[in-house]
């Protein structure tokens, strides 16, 4: 009886013990975000262990004119995070028999201009068509690029792009179908919003539906992801939504995009959501043959270094090794919005970053984040 005794007195000595790590680790998670000050905008968090969301809190305000605090719930933009849902919407119609990943793009979008060389949707994929980005558009405040289209906003000037200067998707199409690339294809990697702008309507051309109907239909319901969307309409609400900000002297002002097409960015999404989206890599359910489809969706697209020499690139996501770690992540900046989403699957631990306000770095939360788990 006695060794029962010890038994049970062992487990529950271990299970205060876990409690109490579990609690000082989620204090540490606070102290990362303690520069956050309560009424400026600041981040929506997660933290995944063993497919548990064992951390979700909001630090700073969701909204500075009405004083709305982040509680963790709300719906952020989250800017090139967008990318894997948009590769996983090819992925699919190619699972599907509408495309061949090797195909040259023109066969679908036969009005692209005459790239001189094949360009195929895998190499756009993987940021090695040779495609151009945004500055080949318009120069901005750089100057004219060289063999760019440089256009001009209605006042005459560059065109800007973020929320001075608009242009509808159909009109932001009509330009990019002109860009040309910036060098041949398969030579080197070379990021490109202007790829998987096109990636959109790639999907729009072979499945007949906007990329933001498609990926509800095969994405965002079948995994109950219900806050998550890709945003190609400039006027319409979204409840519960962070809005973007941007320091300017002594406080802050709305940094907003009125820029809606989709693919490179635009996925509005939750912490919660994003939950559900990170525990799908480990069951998944989407696809005709779920487990085939996610090994392709980590395979990298090409054997080019990524971010840094030792990362490769797989279909919107950047993998590398981190202290002997695999990390597998993307992150996110546009007009008002940082964001950053790592994961690491063979421990299953996950950390979401979603901030509202530009200056704030989401990487250096992760990487904080990331470092009191494994110190533990």
């Known amino acids: 009886m006695s060794r029962i005794f010890l038994f049970i007195a062992l487990s529950a000595l271990s299970s205060m013990l876990s409690v109490a790590s579990a609690d000082e680790f989620t204090d540490g998670i606070d102290s990362v975000f303690s520069e956050i000050d309560s009424v400026a905008p600041g981040c929506s968090v997660g933290v995944i262990v063993g497919g548990e969301l064992v951390h979700q809190r909001g630090y700073g305000l969701a909204n500075l004119e009405l004083g709305v605090s982040l509680d963790g719930n709300n719906v952020h933009r989250i800017g090139s995070v967008s990318k894997q849902f948009t590769a996983m919407a090819v992925l699919l119609l190619a699972e599907e028999g509408k495309l061949d990943l090797n195909a040259d793009i023109h066969r679908y979008l036969p009005e692209l201009v005459d790239y001189g060389s094949p360009v195929t949707i895998n190499a756009m994929l993987g ?3 040779g495609m151009a980005d945004y500055d080949y558009i318009s120069g901005g405040e750089e100057g004219e690029v060289d063999g760019g289209l440089n256009i001009k906003s209605a006042a005459g000037g560059p065109f800007r792009i973020g929320n001075e200067d608009y242009l509808t998707i159909d009109e932001f199409y009509d330009v990019v179908k002109q860009a040309p690339l910036r060098h041949p294809p398969n030579q080197e ?8 702008f096109l990636l959109s309507m790639l999907v729009e051309e072979v499945s007949g539906e906007s990329l933001r109907d498609y990926t509800h239909r095969r994405i965002f319901q079948p995994l109950g992801m219900t806050n998550t ?7 319409e609400i979204v409840k519960n939504r962070a809005s973007g900000y941007r320091p300017k002297g002594d406080g802050y002002v709305t940094d907003m995009t009125n820029l809606f097409w989709v693919g490179d960015g635009g996925l509005h999404t939750t912490v919660g959501d994003l939950a ?18 996610m090994e392709q969706f980590l395979t990298p697209n090409s054997d080019f270094p990524a971010f840094s020499a030792n990362s490769v690139y797989a279909n919107g996501q950047a993998i590398e090794e981190v202290s002997g770690r695999q990390r597998v992540f993307h992150g996110g900046g546009w007009l008002g ?18 901030c509202n306000d530009v200056s704030l770095s989401p990487y250096q939360f992760s990487q904080a984040i990331d470092e009191l788990y494994f110190s533990q």
């Open 337 to 354: 919005v940082t964001t950053f989403y790592a994961r690491y699957p063979q421990e299953k631990f996950s950390s979401i970053i979603l």
């Open 127 to 129: 940021h090695v068509s």
């Open 276 to 293: 559900k989206w990170d525990a799908h890599f480990y069951s998944p359910s989407i696809g005709n043959d779920p487990e085939t489809l």
């Open 229 to 235: 969307f890709f945003s190609d309409d400039p006027v």
């Open 189 to 196: 990697f070379a990021y490109s919003n202007l790829a998987y």
